[in-house]
C-alpha cells in the first residue's frame, strides 16, 4: 500500500510539472488570498507577490511556512516551490507569518501593515497560549485589543455585555480565577477606558511594546540533547541562543548572544555552533530530525543576519521608508489634530444645541404655567365683577330703604311735633278750665271727663311717639353697605414674561498650521518600565484574592518565582551574557 501512495504521489508531482500553472492558497493573520502560479516560480517570485499584494515592504520579517509531516518548514527563496517539499495537494496552502522579530517593536516596525501583522501573531499565539502571559499584563494587552478593534471608549455605545462574544484572555487564565466574564469585563473595560484618544496603530505598538517583554515572546523552541544525552530545550530568537530546561521555558540556563558566535552548522543530527571566541570549545548538540537541523539553520542565521543589521547604518531602501512614515505619522497627527477639534467644536455645539433645547422646554413651561395663571386671574376679575355688580344692586336697594327710613322718621318727627302743641293746647285748656271751674261749676263734671279723655290721648300719643323712635333707633342701626370698591391688586394685571436673549457665539477660532515636522519626545526607558510596573501591580492587587491556587501551572509557579527574585527576561539574559563563553560552553556540557 505504501508503494501504491508513493506511486500516487510521484504521479501527481509529475503532472503537476507538466501543467504551465498550479493553484496556491496564502493564509495571513486576516484573510485568505488565492493566486495561480507559474511551475517554474521559484519561492521568493511568490513571497514577492505576496508582499505586493499586501502592500508590505518590511519583506525581511517574514516568510512563507508550510506544515511538512509532524513539524513545519519555511519556503526557501532560491529554489522552484514545486522543488521543495511543500504539500501535494491543490491549491498548496502556505502561512504567511512573521518568521522574525524586532528586538525592539517601536523603533524596528516601520509601516503599519507591518506592525499590524505582528499585533495579530503575537496576540494569537497568547490567546492559544503559545507565549505564556501573566493574568495581570493579559488584561492590560486586551483592553489595548479591544481599543485597537473599537476605538475610543463611548459609556453610550459600549455597554455591558459588548465583549461577552470576544475571545480576549487565555483559557489558563480564566480558569485560574472565581471570576464571571463580567467581572473580567469590568476589569478589561476599566483599562480600556483609560486608552482614550489613541489610533488603532498606537493601541497595537502599545501591545507589542509590552508583549515584547514577555518571556516567549519570540523564541522557537527545540528539543534537542547535549554530549552527556541530556534533554534540553533550544531556543532561538533576536538576542541570541538560550538553553532551557525541557520544564522551564521562561528561564534559560544559558545564553549565547549573536555577536559571538562565529559560525553554525550542522551535519546530520548534528549541529555546530562555533564561539568567536576561538579559545573556547565548540557548541555542539544533537537534534532528532536532519529536518529540525535545517530549520534550525534557517531561524539562526536570519536572526544573526537581522541582529547585525540592526547595527548598521540603514539602508537607502529603509531611510526612505522611515522618512516616508515619519511624514505620514505627522500627516496623520495633524488630521488626527483637525478631526479632534472638529469633534471637540461638535461636541460644544451639540452641548449648546441640548442646553438651548432644554431652555426653550423650561421657558415653554413657564410660559404655560402663565398662561394657566393668567386663565385663572381672568376667571377670577370676572367673579370679583360680578360681586362688585352685585354689591352695587344691593347698595342702591340700601340706600333706598335708607331713604324710605329717612322720610318715615321726618313724618314721625312731625307728628310728634303735632302732638308736643296739642299737649300744649290742653294744658292751656286746663288752666283756663281750672280758672272758670270756679266759675262754671256745672261744666265741672264734664270739662273733667274731657280731661280725662284728653289725658288718654295723651297716653297714645306718647305711646306712639315711644315707638316711632324705637323703630328709628333700630333703622339707624342696621349696618349701612357702602359701595366696596376694588382694590388695586385685585384687578386683573397684566402678565407679561421678558425672555432671556441666549446667544452662543461660537467664534471662529483661527486654526494654526500645524508642523509637518512633529517632534517626537522620548521618554526615559525606566519611567515607561515603572509606570507599566505599577499598572500592572494595581491589577494584580485586584484580582489576587480570587485567584485559586491549585489551579496554578508549573510555568504559572516559575514566573511568581522570578518575580519574586526580581528577574526579568532583559536583566537575567544581561546576567548570562556577562559570563564567559568558555564558562557557558562548559555549562551547556555539563547540564
Not at 96 to 117: G, R, S, W
Not at 399 to 411: G, N
Not at 532 to 546: A, D, H, R, V
Request: with cysteine; proline share 3%; hydrophobic share 35%.
Amino acid at each position: 500500500m505504501a508503494s501504491a501512495l508513493a506511486a500516487k504521489m510521484g504521479f501527481n508531482s509529475l503532472m503537476r510539472k507538466q501543467a504551465k500553472t498550479f493553484n496556491v492558497r496564502i493564509s495571513t493573520m486576516e484573510s485568505d488570498l488565492e493566486f495561480s502560479c507559474e511551475v517554474k516560480w521559484k519561492g521568493k517570485d511568490l513571497f514577492d507577490l505576496v508582499c505586493r499584494t499586501l502592500g508590505l515592504r518590511e519583506t525581511w520579517f517574514f516568510g512563507l511556512r508550510y506544515n511538512i509531516k509532524d513539524t513545519v518548514a519555511w519556503l526557501k527563496m532560491d529554489k522552484k516551490v514545486l522543488d521543495q517539499e511543500v504539500p501535494k495537494e491543490e491549491p498548496i496552502t502556505f502561512h504567511f507569518l512573521a518568521k522574525f522579530y524586532p528586538e525592539n517593536a517601536e523603533e524596528e516596525l516601520v509601516q503599519d501593515i507591518t506592525q499590524h501583522l505582528f499585533f495579530l501573531q503575537v496576540k494569537k499565539k497568547i490567546l492559544e497560549e503559545e507565549i505564556h502571559c501573566p493574568p495581570e499584563a493579559s488584561v492590560l494587552l486586551a483592553s489595548y485589543a479591544v481599543h485597537a478593534e473599537y476605538g475610543d471608549y463611548d459609556p453610550a455605545v459600549h455597554k455591558p455585555g459588548f465583549l461577552a462574544e470576544e475571545e480576549l484572555l487565555p483559557k489558563r487564565v480564566i480558569n485560574l480565577y472565581q471570576m464571571t466574564p463580567e467581572m473580567w469585563e469590568e476589569r478589561i473595560t476599566a483599562c480600556y477606558a483609560e486608552h482614550r484618544g489613541r489610533t488603532r496603530d498606537e493601541a497595537e505598538m502599545e501591545y507589542l511594546k509590552i508583549a515584547q517583554d514577555l518571556d516567549m515572546y519570540g523564541v522557537n523552541y527545540f528539543l534537542i540533547r547535549n554530549k552527556k544525552g541530556t534533554d534540553l530545550l533550544l531556543g532561538v530568537d533576536a538576542l541570541g541562543l538560550h538553553i532551557y530546561e525541557p520544564d522551564n521555558k521562561l528561564t534559560p540556563k544559558c545564553s549565547f548572544p549573536w555577536n559571538e558566535i562565529r559560525n553554525i552548522s550542522y551535519s546530520d543530527k548534528e549541529f555546530t555552533i562555533k564561539p568567536l571566541d576561538k579559545k573556547a570549545n565548540v557548541f555542539k548538540f544533537n537534534s532528532s530530525r536532519l529536518r529540525v537541523n535545517k530549520l534550525i539553520l534557517q531561524l539562526c542565521i536570519g536572526n544573526h543576519d537581522l541582529f547585525m543589521r540592526r547595527r548598521r547604518v540603514d539602508s537607502l531602501e529603509v531611510q526612505q521608508m522611515k522618512a516616508q512614515a515619519r511624514e505620514e505619522r505627522a500627516r496623520k497627527q495633524v488630521e488626527r489634530q483637525r478631526l479632534q477639534r472638529e469633534k471637540q467644536l461638535r461636541e460644544e455645539a451639540e452641548r449648546a444645541r441640548d442646553e438651548l433645547e432644554r431652555r426653550l422646554i423650561q421657558l415653554q413651561d413657564e410660559a404655560h404655567m402663565a398662561n394657566e395663571a393668567l386663565l385663572r386671574s381672568e376667571q377670577t376679575a370676572d367673579l370679583l365683577a360680578e360681586k362688585a355688580q352685585i354689591a352695587e344692586e344691593e347698595a342702591k336697594l340700601l340706600a333706598q330703604k335708607a331713604a324710605e327710613a329717612e322720610t318715615e322718621m321726618q313724618r314721625i318727627k312731625v307728628t310728634a311735633i303735632r302732638g308736643q302743641e296739642e299737649r300744649r293746647l290742653m294744658e292751656q285748656k286746663m288752666l283756663e278750665a281750672k280758672m272758670v271751674a270756679l266759675k262754671m261749676a256745672e261744666e265741672s263734671e264734664r270739662r273733667a271727663k274731657e280731661a280725662e279723655q284728653l289725658k288718654q290721648d295723651l297716653l297714645e300719643a306718647r305711646d306712639s311717639e315711644r315707638r316711632a323712635k324705637n323703630k328709628l333707633l333700630e333703622i339707624t342701626s342696621k349696618a349701612v353697605y357702602m359701595s366696596p370698591g376694588l382694590a388695586p391688586d385685585s384687578m386683573p394685571q397684566d402678565v407679561s414674561f421678558s425672555r432671556e436673549n441666549l446667544s452662543f457665539d461660537f467664534k471662529d477660532t483661527d486654526m494654526k498650521r500645524l508642523s509637518m515636522e512633529i517632534e517626537k519626545e522620548k521618554v526615559e526607558y525606566m519611567e515607561k518600565s515603572k509606570h507599566l510596573q505599577e499598572q500592572l501591580n494595581e491589577l494584580k492587587t485586584e484580582i489576587e484574592s480570587l485567584k485559586l491556587k491549585e489551579r496554578e501551572t508549573p510555568l504559572d509557579i516559575i514566573h511568581n518565582q522570578n518575580t519574586e527574585q526580581g528577574t526579568s527576561k532583559h536583566s537575567n539574559f544581561k546576567k548570562l551574557t556577562l559570563q564567559s563563553t568558555k564558562s557557558r560552553v562548559a555549562f551547556f556540557e555539563e547540564l
